[in-house]
């Protein structure tokens, strides 16, 4: 299994890769821009995708709109600070799969990641 | 901006700080307003924000206690970077947070970092810079927040 996580945070990258360590992915890739998330994605299509919104040059948004261009099936769970309801209904119509408030907290990581590899 | 506002960035403290680690309490002492000079430390994240509020979220701290976060996170090998790095991430998180009570319109920029006491960034004249104190493992750091409108 092929994973991309998108953060302009190296740490958050980082402790997402950590928390989502285990024998199903076989591959991980990081971006820290929604346009270095793009190229990857059209590249790879990675089976699951974690995608901040706020970030340098194309937002989150932007870049899920490009991400299920590429492929409507697309699995991407948002990670975000943004705590309002209005943009996280907005993610899910735009096709995410799912929306995580920031701080992470682990477990509803792993949770959510195992829902969306299971779908 | 008033008294009641604060205590979203207050729930917002405690909430991060009790992500990191649950059996190590933060203390957050009762926030105050100064107009004046900001008492910033060594490391500084800022917020801009525009809006429904004009002004800035600053989560300014010093390297040790960022260090200790960044262990307590498993982060290896902790440098300068990832440093600045975290405590852009810590403005961010707090910021973006406070949409859970003013809504979308509070439109929050990505961050931006200065070391030291001299930190760039163009704060409103005009607006109350309420400061709130945070304790965690005996280290302080402050969540200054600098607005101009109402956020209702």
Not at chain 1, 54 to 66: A, E, F, I, K, S
Not at chain 2, 52 to 81: Q, S
Request: net charge negative; proline share 4%; charged share 25%.
């Amino acid at each position: 299994m092929k994973l991309l996580i998108v953060d302009d945070s190296s740490v958050v990258r980082r402790a997402i890769e950590r928390d989502l360590e285990s024998g199903e992915i076989t591959e991980v890739d990081q971006a820290a821009t929604g346009e270095d998330a793009v190229r990857l994605y059209s590249a790879k299509l990675h089976d699951v995708v974690t995608l901040d919104i706020t970030m340098p040059g194309m937002d989150g948004l932007t870049c899920l709109d490009r991400i299920v261009e590429i492929n409507p099936e697309a699995r991407v769970l948002i990670i975000s600070a943004l705590r309002d309801k209005a943009t996280a209904i907005d993610a899910i119509k735009r096709g995410a799969s799912g929306f995580l408030c920031k701080p992470i907290n682990p477990s509803e990581l792993k949770e959510a990641f195992k829902l969306l590899v299971e779908d | 901006m008033n008294d009641k506002d604060i205590q979203v960035f207050i729930t917002g403290v405690r909430r991060y700080f009790d992500s990191i680690k649950k059996d190590v309490s933060v203390v957050i002492e009762p926030p105050f307003i100064k107009d004046n000079d900001k008492p910033f430390l060594e490391y500084t994240g800022i917020i801009g924000i525009s809006g429904k509020a004009h002004g800035a979220v600053c989560f300014t701290a010093n390297g040790v206690m960022l260090e200790n976060i960044l262990r307590f996170l498993n982060e290896t090998p902790i440098n300068r970077d990832v440093i600045c790095d975290l405590v852009g991430e810590i403005a961010n998180t707090l910021s973006g947070n406070a949409r859970e009570e003013f809504g979308r319109d509070f439109l929050i920029s990505v961050p931006t970092v200065s070391t030291g006491q001299d930190v760039r960034f163009q704060f409103p004249p005009d607006g109350r810079n309420y400061v709130i104190p945070i304790i965690w493992q005996a280290e302080k750091a402050f969540l200054l927040v600098c607005l101009t409108q109402d956020t209702r």
